[in-house]
């Protein structure tokens, strides 16, 4: 259309299109400050001309071409693995550092301070060895020991358990948020099929899959809807047809794994085939005959962390009962003459893996500690015996202890022979802490330099999709302006129309 009635259709289009800028521009104020939010533009296009024959085209205003969010979708995937890798490990040196604290070393009444004192006690006991004081000393200080021994496994055992227990609470988080991505796809499917654009439920999207990201390292993509997916390891957990669901191995039994479906600990636990470790996390994919569970690897994430941290405390522990086994069977080797392992000083209990958490000193010495011998014979002086036992502390000796160095062991001298390979008590021990202590600070300096890594992508993704004040009151300023001079020409229109209707006639 042309003529006068065309330029009011030119501004008015002028006016829809500045309105509608100016519309977004105050979206995007609003929501400075709203977590995830990526700003929006408007693509303003000509609109289509009007051909005069024998004229050429004349040009017939402005339309909205679409409303576009502003990011970097390459920026946002690399901010997501980022974040799987960081919180791996922030996840793993929290864990690990409460197992530090567990070990208390190096302390003045930690585990390595004890084992000293008992040794020294027994060279105590060799220089007196009729005084019942240092008898009662010797009993004493390996009470002590055993007493620290079943604290640092109880605690250890108990963080383990906890650790379990986190595991199957992110496990649950992991599945919501799937399920809620999934109620959003159908939500972004929907608008975009019906010709709209859901920029705000892109936002959504993409802060959800970030979460996942923070609990499990995930492989993303997108459809032309704008649907977000997610598969681990190459295992679809969610696509355009079907939602699959992370479960937690929570126990073993004698008819197979016990697991906790979805990691609900309200749902029952169901009993599978196989011999998988706690914490294992299993793939459930619905069957027409009920659910299939396959081991699924996680390497990042917090789920990631939990578990390699689990596996961790599960080695520390395994280790300590080592340690305690063979410090337990050694000194029940020399208390007895060689005639026992499992008796004599210590009681051991009836399960080599789980020495550490029953470890005793035998009641009937603490009842009676004239029944300790320091020496072979009953000459007065002799402290033979209590000086093996105190000898022990520099021995190198196999963990666990091995067949051969039970068998070196000589009853006529009280003495093992050292171990090739072998280590004293106290190295071994320190081992132990060592290796924590090395895995927990490697996780500190990877999680420290993730972090800085994480936050300078973050910065990256603010510098693109942020919204920046000054920027938009800019475009205030700017559509309000094209807003009025478009209101202006509508005026000016309506004026030449009132001259021709008005002021014009016969």
């Not at 006529?412 to 060592?434: D, E, P």
């Amino acid at each position: 259309m042309t003529g006068l009635f065309g330029s009011l259709g030119t501004a008015t289009r002028g006016m829809t299109a500045n309105q509608a800028a100016l519309q977004t521009t105050s979206h995007n104020i609003a929501n400075t400050n709203t977590d995830g939010y990526s700003r929006q533009r408007v693509n303003l296009q000509a609109e289509a001309s009007y051909n005069i024959a024998g004229v050429g085209s004349l040009g017939m205003g402005v339309k909205v071409g679409s409303v576009v969010r502003i990011v970097d979708d390459f920026v946002i995937g690399q901010v997501r693995n980022a974040n799987s890798t960081y919180t791996y490990y922030e996840q793993k040196a929290d864990i690990l550092g409460q197992l530090e604290s567990v070990m208390n070393e190096p302390s003045d009444n930690g585990l390595s301070s004890q084992l000293t004192t008992m040794f020294d006690s027994w060279t105590a006991l060799a220089n007196n060895p009729e005084l019942d004081t240092a008898k009662t000393l010797v009993l004493e200080n390996s009470s002590t020991f055993a007493d620290t021994v079943n604290q640092m496994a109880t605690h250890m055992t108990q963080l383990q358990s906890d650790t379990t227990d986190t595991i199957g609470k992110s496990v649950l988080d992991f599945n919501e948020k799937v399920k809620e991505l999934q109620s959003l796809n159908e939500q972004i499917y929907g608008l975009t099929t019906s010709g709209g654009t859901p920029n705000d439920l892109l936002d959504t999207r993409d802060s959800l899959l970030k979460d996942l990201s923070g609990l499990a390292g995930i492989e993303t993509t997108t459809d032309a809807y704008g649907r977000g997916f997610v598969s681990i390891s190459g295992q679809t957990i969610l696509n355009a047809d079907t939602r699959n669901t992370l479960s937690v191995v929570v126990g073993q039994s004698d008819a197979g794994a016990l697991v906790s479906k979805d990691g609900n600990p309200l749902n029952p636990s169901e009993t599978i085939s196989g011999t998988y470790p706690v914490g294992t996390v299993l793939l459930s994919e619905t069957t027409d005959t009920g659910s299939a569970y396959s081991e699924l690897a996680i390497k990042e994430g917090a789920i990631g962390g939990l578990q390699a941290s689990a596996a961790e405390i599960s080695t520390r522990l395994n280790e300590l009962n080592q340690f305690t086994t063979t410090i337990a069977k050694a000194m029940n080797m020399v208390f007895t003459g060689g005639t026992s392992s499992t008796s004599g000083l210590f009681d051991l209990g009836t399960d080599d893996t789980g020495t550490a958490t029953t470890i005793s000193v035998s009641q009937t010495l603490l009842d009676n500690p004239s029944l300790v011998k320091a020496g072979m014979t009953d000459a007065a002086g002799d402290g033979t015996r209590a000086a093996a036992m105190a000898k022990l502390s520099t021995t190198k000796l196999d963990f666990p202890l091995s067949e051969t160095t039970v068998a070196s062991f000589d009853p006529t001298t009280l003495q093992f022979s050292n171990a090739t390979s072998g280590m004293t008590a106290n190295s071994y021990f320190n081992s132990i802490v060592t290796k924590n202590g090395i895995s927990k600070q490697q996780a500190d300096n990877t999680a420290s330099a993730q972090l800085s890594l994480l936050n300078q992508l973050e910065y990256k993704n603010q510098s693109v999709s942020g919204v920046s004040i000054n920027e938009e009151m800019s475009d205030v300023i700017r559509f309000q302006q094209g807003f009025q001079a478009n209101a202006r020409i509508i005026s000016v229109v309506s004026e030449m129309l009132d001259t021709l209707i008005n002021r014009t006639g016969v």
